[in-house]
Antibody, heavy 121, light 109 residues
Framework: QVQLQESGPGLVKPSETLSLTCTVS????????WSWIRQPAGKGLEWIGR???????NYNPSLKSRVTMSVDTSKNQFSLKLSSVTAADTAVYYC???????????????WGQGTLVTVSS | SYELTQPPSVSVSPGQTARITCSGD??????AYWYQQKSGQAPVLVIY???KRPSGIPERFSGSSSGTMATLTISGAQVEDEADYYC????????????FGGGTKLTVL
């Protein structure tokens, strides 16, 4: 059974960089796409972006200038960095595995439990 | 930027049929996916590729798509189906960027 676990600081100061890692267990990270999704308290889900194990990425246009995703196949991990954070970036951040229907869509079949990141001084 | 539009809330009595819609310009060319999220939990996939049901999802959950609208139908809604439901799809750009609908709170009482 594939399991995902987010890790990283729960508190980040404004203007600094949010850094999270998702560790995949129970299966290989290779040959899959992986995504980050976030959810502010009481609000909806927001797709942040996806990364393939080759390192190829696609980002949400609204966050693209501040987002960097990376993957470390040797550790079965992938990561998210979000720079210049503000209070608006306070949210539960989820990592998820992507299964693509090439050209037509994709689903998220395994999710992490989510980790709350608060942006505050 | 691409958007998917859902009604904020839907309310039904137990045993009734709940229908949640999701509209988006790219839906004629892209699949819709539906996620159920209960309070404090990660989302769970209930419908994929417009109308397919993952194993373990009750048969009362079904999906359809026509033109620019996808619909999640819960036939004979149960109290335990009360949750937030999100549609998800990708845009028609070459990067297939993902987007969630705003979510629909389903109340069953």
């Amino acid at each position: 059974q594939v399991q995902l676990q987010e890790s990283g600081p729960g508190l980040v100061k404004p203007s600094e960089t949010l850094s999270l890692t998702c560790t995949v267990s129970g299966g290989s990270i290779s040959s899959y796409y992986w995504s980050w999704i976030r959810q502010p308290a009481g609000k909806g889900l927001e797709w942040i972006g996806r990364i393939y194990t080759s390192g190829s990425t696609n980002y949400n246009p609204s966050l693209k200038s501040r987002v960097t995703m990376s993957v470390d196949t040797s550790k079965n991990q992938f990561s998210l960095k979000l720079s210049s954070v503000t209070a608006a970036d306070t949210a539960v951040y989820y990592c998820a595995r992507v299964i693509k229907s090439i050209g037509f869509g994709e689903l998220f079949d395994y999710w992490g439990q989510g980790t709350l990141v608060t942006v505050s001084s | 930027s691409y958007e998917l539009t859902q009604p904020p809330s839907v309310s039904v009595s137990p045993g009734q049929t709940a229908r949640i819609t999701c509209s988006g310009d790219a839906l004629p060319k892209k699949y819709a996916y539906w996620y159920q999220q209960k309070s404090g939990q990660a989302p769970v996939l209930v419908i994929y590729e417009d109308s397919k049901r993952p194993s373990g999802i009750p048969e009362r959950f079904s999906g359809s798509s026509s033109g620019t609208m996808a619909t999640l139908t819960i036939s004979g809604a149960q109290v335990e189906d009360e949750a937030d439901y999100y549609c998800y799809s990708t845009d028609s750009s070459g990067n297939h960027r993902g987007v969630f609908g705003g979510g629909t709170k389903l109340t069953v009482l």
